[in-house]
Protein backbone atom coordinates (compact mmCIF):
# COMPACT_ATOMS: atom_id res chain seq x y z
CA UNK A 1 0.00 0.00 0.00
CA UNK A 2 3.13 2.62 0.60
CA UNK A 3 3.71 2.50 -3.08
CA UNK A 4 0.43 3.64 -4.22
CA UNK A 5 1.47 7.30 -2.54
CA UNK A 6 4.43 7.28 -5.19
CA UNK A 7 2.55 5.92 -7.79
CA UNK A 8 2.27 9.17 -9.70
CA UNK A 9 5.67 9.82 -9.06
CA UNK A 10 7.12 6.35 -10.58
CA UNK A 11 4.62 6.68 -13.64
CA UNK A 12 5.56 10.05 -14.67
CA UNK A 13 9.56 8.61 -14.02
CA UNK A 14 8.48 6.02 -16.29
CA UNK A 15 6.81 8.05 -19.00
CA UNK A 16 10.00 10.84 -19.01
CA UNK A 17 12.09 7.70 -19.48
CA UNK A 18 10.32 7.07 -22.63
CA UNK A 19 10.08 10.45 -23.80
CA UNK A 20 13.97 10.69 -23.09
CA UNK A 21 14.10 7.96 -25.62
CA UNK A 22 12.01 8.67 -27.59
CA UNK A 23 13.80 12.27 -27.92
CA UNK A 24 17.29 11.21 -28.84
CA UNK A 25 16.01 7.74 -30.90
CA UNK A 26 13.28 8.77 -32.89
CA UNK A 27 15.16 10.91 -35.53
CA UNK A 28 16.48 7.07 -36.88
CA UNK A 29 15.32 5.81 -39.60
CA UNK A 30 15.61 2.45 -38.31
CA UNK A 31 14.15 2.86 -34.69
CA UNK A 32 10.06 3.24 -34.22
CA UNK A 33 8.30 3.68 -31.13
CA UNK A 34 4.85 2.60 -30.07
CA UNK A 35 2.38 5.65 -29.78
CA UNK A 36 0.26 6.24 -27.20
CA UNK A 37 -3.67 6.01 -28.71
CA UNK A 38 -5.46 9.13 -28.58
CA UNK A 39 -7.24 9.64 -25.59
CA UNK A 40 -5.40 7.43 -23.58
CA UNK A 41 -2.69 7.67 -20.91
CA UNK A 42 0.44 4.65 -20.59
CA UNK A 43 2.02 4.48 -17.67
CA UNK A 44 5.09 3.45 -19.81
CA UNK A 45 5.23 1.14 -17.60
CA UNK A 46 8.08 -0.57 -20.35
CA UNK A 47 10.27 1.73 -23.08
CA UNK A 48 10.06 -0.36 -26.13
CA UNK A 49 11.29 0.38 -29.20
CA UNK A 50 11.14 -1.17 -32.90
CA UNK A 51 14.39 -1.95 -34.68
CA UNK A 52 14.41 -2.16 -38.69
CA UNK A 53 15.38 -6.21 -38.26
CA UNK A 54 16.56 -8.85 -35.22
CA UNK A 55 20.12 -8.43 -36.86
CA UNK A 56 19.74 -4.97 -35.38
CA UNK A 57 17.80 -5.54 -32.21
CA UNK A 58 20.45 -8.01 -31.09
CA UNK A 59 23.44 -5.98 -31.69
CA UNK A 60 21.52 -3.52 -29.10
CA UNK A 61 20.63 -6.36 -26.97
CA UNK A 62 23.66 -7.67 -26.99
CA UNK A 63 25.68 -4.93 -26.46
CA UNK A 64 23.66 -3.58 -23.82
CA UNK A 65 24.84 -6.67 -22.20
CA UNK A 66 28.16 -6.80 -22.89
CA UNK A 67 27.87 -3.38 -20.88
CA UNK A 68 25.99 -4.75 -17.76
CA UNK A 69 22.47 -3.29 -18.92
CA UNK A 70 19.79 -5.64 -19.00
CA UNK A 71 17.35 -5.29 -21.84
CA UNK A 72 15.37 -7.91 -23.24
CA UNK A 73 12.97 -8.81 -26.49
CA UNK A 74 9.05 -8.27 -26.95
CA UNK A 75 7.95 -11.74 -25.07
CA UNK A 76 7.70 -14.31 -27.30
CA UNK A 77 4.38 -15.23 -29.08
CA UNK A 78 2.55 -17.85 -27.50
CA UNK A 79 2.23 -19.66 -31.11
CA UNK A 80 6.08 -19.63 -31.34
CA UNK A 81 6.19 -21.89 -28.25
CA UNK A 82 6.81 -25.28 -28.11
CA UNK A 83 3.68 -25.98 -25.55
CA UNK A 84 1.49 -24.42 -27.92
CA UNK A 85 3.09 -24.59 -31.35
CA UNK A 86 0.61 -27.92 -32.64
CA UNK A 87 -2.38 -26.26 -31.86
CA UNK A 88 -4.45 -24.43 -34.49
CA UNK A 89 -4.01 -20.07 -34.84
CA UNK A 90 -5.19 -17.75 -36.51
CA UNK A 91 -1.83 -15.50 -37.47
CA UNK A 92 -1.11 -12.53 -39.73
CA UNK A 93 2.89 -12.10 -38.70
CA UNK A 94 2.45 -9.14 -36.69
CA UNK A 95 3.18 -11.17 -33.69
CA UNK A 96 6.18 -12.56 -34.74
CA UNK A 97 7.48 -9.50 -36.54
CA UNK A 98 7.15 -7.83 -33.18
CA UNK A 99 9.21 -10.11 -31.03
CA UNK A 100 11.59 -10.45 -33.87
CA UNK A 101 12.25 -6.25 -33.94
CA UNK A 102 11.09 -5.46 -30.78
CA UNK A 103 13.51 -4.57 -27.72
CA UNK A 104 12.77 -3.39 -23.77
CA UNK A 105 15.06 -0.71 -22.93
CA UNK A 106 15.74 -0.46 -19.23
CA UNK A 107 12.78 1.58 -18.02
CA UNK A 108 12.96 1.63 -13.78
CA UNK A 109 11.76 4.93 -12.20
CA UNK A 110 14.77 5.11 -10.48
CA UNK A 111 16.79 5.62 -13.42
CA UNK A 112 19.17 8.35 -13.44
CA UNK A 113 19.78 11.07 -15.99
CA UNK A 114 23.37 9.43 -16.47
CA UNK A 115 22.12 5.81 -17.01
CA UNK A 116 19.61 7.27 -19.49
CA UNK A 117 22.65 8.68 -21.52
CA UNK A 118 25.26 5.57 -20.92
CA UNK A 119 22.10 3.93 -22.41
CA UNK A 120 21.77 6.13 -25.27
CA UNK A 121 25.36 6.47 -25.83
CA UNK A 122 25.68 2.33 -26.23
CA UNK A 123 22.77 2.51 -29.02
CA UNK A 124 24.15 4.89 -30.92
CA UNK A 125 27.60 3.44 -31.00
CA UNK A 126 26.20 0.77 -32.05
CA UNK A 127 24.18 1.73 -35.02
CA UNK A 128 27.08 4.14 -35.96
CA UNK A 129 29.36 0.88 -35.98
CA UNK A 130 27.41 -0.26 -39.30
CA UNK A 131 27.11 3.21 -41.27
CA UNK A 132 24.32 1.51 -43.33
CA UNK A 133 21.82 1.40 -40.02
CA UNK A 134 22.58 5.00 -38.92
CA UNK A 135 20.05 7.46 -40.67
CA UNK A 136 21.45 10.65 -39.31
CA UNK A 137 23.72 11.91 -36.19
CA UNK A 138 22.37 12.25 -32.32
CA UNK A 139 20.21 15.34 -32.31
Known amino acids: RGQMEVLEERVQSRRDNFSFYKKH ?20 WLSCILTDSFETRESIRL ?3 ENQIESRPLWKPLHEQP ?11 VSSDLFRRG ?7 SLSYNELNQILDIILKVLQNDKKLLSQQRP
Open 63 to 65: ELL
Open 103 to 109: LCLPSGS
Open 25 to 44: LSHLENIEFLEEPNGFYSNR
Open 83 to 93: VFEKYPNKLNG
